[in-house]
């Protein structure tokens, strides 16, 4: 699946934070939405890349893909039916 096709629900920009806070701003940002649906995060911590993978899969929510653009990190998150 093209990133392109892949329409989110809510941008979550943790841009410019450091970890924590990119996992914070996602915990806060799913508690809002409804199973199933979509939240794309942007940001600019590299540490991002091992802990966002880990927080959904220890939330039950699905990662369904990352990748980087320039400088930035990508992340496409799907909220399961107990995240």
């Given at each position: 699946?093209?990133?392109?096709?892949?329409?989110?629900?809510?941008?979550?920009?943790?841009?410019?934070?450091?970890?924590?806070?990119?996992?914070?701003?996602?915990?806060?940002?799913?508690?809002?939405?409804?199973?199933?649906?979509?939240?794309?995060?942007?940001?600019?911590?590299?540490?991002?890349?091992?802990?966002?993978?880990?927080?959904?899969?220890?939330?039950?929510?699905?990662?369904?893909?990352?990748?980087?653009?320039?400088?930035?990190?990508v992340f496409h998150l799907r909220?399961?039916?107990?995240?």
């Amino acid at each position: 699946m093209a990133t392109t096709d892949i329409e989110a629900t809510v941008v979550v920009d943790a841009r410019g934070l450091l970890c924590p806070m990119p996992v914070v701003k996602t915990a806060k940002a799913m508690k809002e939405l409804a199973a199933g649906q979509v939240l794309k995060l942007l940001s600019t911590d590299r540490g991002s890349v091992a802990d966002i993978p880990a927080w959904a899969e220890s939330t039950a929510n699905a990662l369904i893909e990352w990748h980087e653009e320039g400088s930035e990190f990508v992340f496409h998150l799907r909220k399961g039916q107990g995240g």
